[in-house]
Every structure is written in C-alpha cells, then in structure tokens.
C-alpha cells in the first residue's frame, strides 16, 4: 500500500543542514495498523509527512497505492491527498464552524452536492459517536470529542490512508485507550491502512500489527510488534519497551542461595498463556523450580506471558528442560547459569 524508497530529508536553514531523516525504506501493507515510534526531534513528524507529500524528499520515493507521489503534478497530487487522510495532535478544527461544517469542510472542497454532503456527514457523526454534538463548536467540546471530530473530518473523503501524528499526545490515559478503539474499530471495518507516530510504546502495544523505531532519522528496528516488544534488539527499542514493562531486570530478586540453578525467561503467546505448559513440562523433567515474577498482558488483543523462573537444575539437566518447554512452543532465554 504504501512504499518509502531511499527517502532522505536534508533541511536547510541560515546555511545549516539538518539531515533529518536518512536512507529510510519502509513497506506498509494494506489493512495494517503500522506504528513509527521515536524520541522528540528523532524524525517522526517529518516522515509520516512524505507519506502524503506535505514534506517531499531530498532524495527517494515515495509510492501510495501503486502511485508515486513524488512525480505527481500539483494538480494530481490534491487530487490523490484525498485518498490520504490525516489526524493531529492539536486536532487542528477550524473554531468557528460547528463540528457538522468542520467535518463537511473537505466534502465541500471536493464540490459534493448538498444532499450527499448531508448524508455523509450524519454517517460520519454516527461513526465517531458524536451526534449529538453536530452543532457544538470546537471550544465546547474535550479533547477526545475534539478528536473525534479530526477523525471524522479525515475520513470524509472515504481514504484509503489515515495517518496519525501524535493523535493521542495532548489526550489522558482512558481517553487515549478510547481514541484508540476507535481507530481499531475503523480500521477493521473500513480496511483503512493506518500509520501513526507516537512516542508512547503503549500506543504501539495497544493497536499497532507492526512497528518502525526510528532514531536519529534512521530506522534502527522494525517487524511484527510481538516480535519488537518482546525481544527488542536495538537500544533505543529496549528504551521504549521499558516504559510499559511489566518486567523490569530491577524486580527481579538477586541471586541468594548457593546451588546448581539456572534462571530463565519466558515467553507465552496467544492460546498457551493460558495453558498449564510449565507445570506439566516441569513435573515431566521432574525440576523443582520458583516462579520469582510474572506477568500476563496483551499486545493488540493477543495475550501474551512472561515468567522469570529460577530452574533447580543446571548443566544438561537445565539445557534438557529448555529443550523440553521449546519443544512445547515457548520462548526460552537464559538469564543467568550459576
Ligand atoms: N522545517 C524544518 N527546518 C529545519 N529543521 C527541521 C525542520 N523540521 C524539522 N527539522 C529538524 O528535523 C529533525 C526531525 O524533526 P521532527 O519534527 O521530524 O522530529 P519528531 O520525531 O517528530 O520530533 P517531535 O516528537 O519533537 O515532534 C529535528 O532535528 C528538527 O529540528
């Protein structure tokens, strides 16, 4: 659906360069909830804005649809951003139209008769969940309506794309999680392909299939986010992780008894979270073990585990019990062999 090929950004500004994104590539498949996550100044804003051309590259491609924007004329290129929605953090709604004319905007743009814009318009509003809202004006309502208005305002034009800066940066925790369901129920039942940026790894975990950490305009990690999150190999995507850990090295108690032990992490995906794997592979193996701390969480809606576990056993004993709850499809990695 969407393709960035070679796209670097290089600003110039009283003689300086900022080279603000490098080499980046990237392949977003249709349907996808995909997430770009990074630090403040990483280059986040910049890239989801070649996406629809607000930004054009130094160098590179950028293909939507089959199409490549970058060799677009003016013209063609207005016509194709409407395929191409767009949400912001400060939800940027004209203040002095109600919520109904703010959403009919591009619909007028796009010259839709009257009676069609109408009827779009109280689609929309049933969509978001706002009806009863149609002739409030923008200082009356929350942040999250506020939102929802953006988000409807977005979809007028029936896109193909909807990309999210920092949709949820200004919003609280539950309005956020809201905002967000949203934007996964819209997903599902419009098949809209959605890219975000976010600085949040919580955001990622909630609604993203895949991610993009992006670091000093360079990608440093991508892929599936169960794969990111549970085993991030990049510091930076370490980082982020830490904010929503469930886990932290930290609580982990420190080694105290003496003896042949060896300490594991792991990993349960999907159906086996809920599965009595570990007791029966251990009473199998016949290895007394201690649980020292766990956890059960989702990513998207798949729940997954993690489980510190001191194993009583060490040298092939333990490399037989890793075997045996391998065997059984769960993640195993050392932590410590004593
Ligand atoms: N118009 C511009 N002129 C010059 N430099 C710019 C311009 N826009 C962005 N930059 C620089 O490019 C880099 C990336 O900025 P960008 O806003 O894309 O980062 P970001 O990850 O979105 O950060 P934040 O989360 O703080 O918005 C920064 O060093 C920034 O100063």
């Not at 999680?177 to 934007?183: R, V």
């Not at 904010?243 to 990993?267: K, W, Y």
Request: include cysteine; glycine fraction near 8%; aromatic fraction near 4%.
């Amino acid at each position: 659906m969407i393709r960035l090929q070679h796209i670097s950004k290089i600003y110039e500004s009283g003689g300086q360069q900022t080279a603000a994104l490098r080499e980046i590539n990237l392949h977003i498949k249709p349907g996808d909830i995909f997430g770009i996550i990074g630090h403040s100044g990483a280059g986040k804003s910049t890239l989801i804005r070649h996406i629809n051309l607000l930004e054009r590259p130094t160098t590179g491609q950028v293909v939507v649809d089959g199409v490549d924007m970058t060799a677009l004329s003016y013209r063609k290129l207005q016509e194709e951003r409407r395929s191409i929605g767009m949400i912001f953090q400060h939800f940027n709604l004209l203040s002095s139209l109600t919520v109904k004319e703010n959403i009919a905007f591009p619909l007028r743009l796009a010259k839709l008769p009257q009676d069609k814009v109408q009827r779009r318009v109280k689609e929309l509003l049933g969509l978001v969940g706002l009806e009863s809202h149609a002739d409030s004006y923008p200082s009356q309502l929350s942040g999250g309506q506020k939102q929802r208005v953006g988000i409807a305002r977005a979809l007028a034009t029936e896109p193909k794309v909807l990309l999210c800066d920092e949709a949820t940066s200004a919003l609280d925790p539950q309005t956020t999680q809201s905002i967000l369901s949203l934007l996964l129920a819209i997903n599902r039942r419009l098949n809209i392909t959605i890219v975000l940026i976010t600085h949040e790894m919580q955001v990622i975990r909630s609604i993203c299939d895949r991610v993009a950490v992006l670091d000093g305009g360079v990608i440093v990690e991508e892929g599936a986010v169960a794969d990111v999150f549970l085993k991030p190999q990049h510091r930076t995507t370490r980082d982020f992780v830490a904010q929503v850990a469930d886990l932290s090295e930290m609580d982990v108690p420190g080694d105290r008894s003496p003896g042949s032990r060896t300490r594991v992490r792991i990993t349960f995906i999907g159906e086996q979270t809920y599965e009595p794997v570990l007791y029966e592979t251990m009473s199998e193996m016949n290895v007394p073990f201690a649980i020292l701390q766990g956890t059960i969480s989702r990513l998207k809606e798949i729940p997954y585990g993690q489980l510190v576990v001191e194993l009583h056993a060490s040298g092939n004993e333990a490399a037989q019990t890793i075997a045996a709850l391998q065997s059984r499809g769960l993640d195993v990695e050392v932590l410590t062999y004593e």
